[in-house]
């Protein structure tokens, strides 16, 4: 067991730096970015300075070891956009992150679960409903569902707000209200998948106690 965690670990960690080393050759292959920073009306001189400033005066091998050693130690870096840490970006982030994981998961468990056992059991129009559902879930991506949640439920009818997000400890019914739509927009495609999952086991395992 143990000789299987070092050896998980250790691919963890290769495909880690793989991982990050192809996104940070790509983006060298990006056009400068210290236009689209300092804007059109940058001279050549302010362009130069801001090139050296970001290191892009370096190579990318140069570049992609230094951060991976500042990484490593804890330290992401500083975005080029916003000046700000990308460390404390990450964890300011993170309550809204794993608000919406945590419901989204709970919500596709729970739903799906009883969807797929309810359509299993009853059949008829049910079974068909939730396999209409299923298929929807499977065929419109996550993209799309939140975008109509928002033109339906937030632009249309007020009943969420679009966008924006209230911490629990603030306002518990804010911080429900402000999670609705991008829950939903995640958790519908995994209810799909629960419910059918859970239909055709149930149905399945009746089916064999039946012969």
Not at 5 to 12: D, E, N, S
Not at 22 to 39: K, N, Q, S, V, W
Not at 98 to 109: D, G, N
Not at 135 to 149: D, Q, R, T, V
């Amino acid at each position: 067991m143990l000789r299987f965690l070092v050896r998980r670990v250790a691919a963890a960690v290769v495909l880690l730096v793989v991982i990050t080393g192809l996104t940070f050759f790509l983006m060298g292959l990006m056009p400068d970015p210290t236009r689209a920073i300092l804007g059109p009306g940058a001279t050549k001189g302010e362009l130069a300075a801001k090139r050296h400033q970001l290191g892009l005066n370096r190579s990318v091998l140069d570049r992609y070891g230094t951060w991976l050693t500042h990484a490593l130690h804890g330290d992401l870096g500083v975005s080029w956009f916003t000046g700000y840490p990308v460390r404390t970006s990450i964890t300011d982030k993170l309550p809204i992150t794993l608000s919406i994981a945590v419901l989204a998961t709970l919500v596709s468990a729970v739903l799906g679960t009883g969807l797929g056992m309810a359509a299993a059991i009853r059949r008829g129009w049910l079974d068909k409903v939730v396999q209409a559902i299923g298929s929807l879930g499977f065929a419109l991506p996550g993209i799309w569902i939140g975008l109509l949640l928002v033109i339906g439920f937030a632009l249309r009818l007020h009943w969420f707000p679009a966008t924006g997000y209230v911490p629990f400890g603030q306002n518990p019914g804010q911080w429900l209200r402000s999670l609705v739509l991008p829950v939903a927009s995640i958790a519908l495609g995994s209810v799909a998948a629960v419910a059918a999952q859970t239909r055709n086991a149930v149905a399945s395992e009746a089916h064999c106690l039946c012969l």
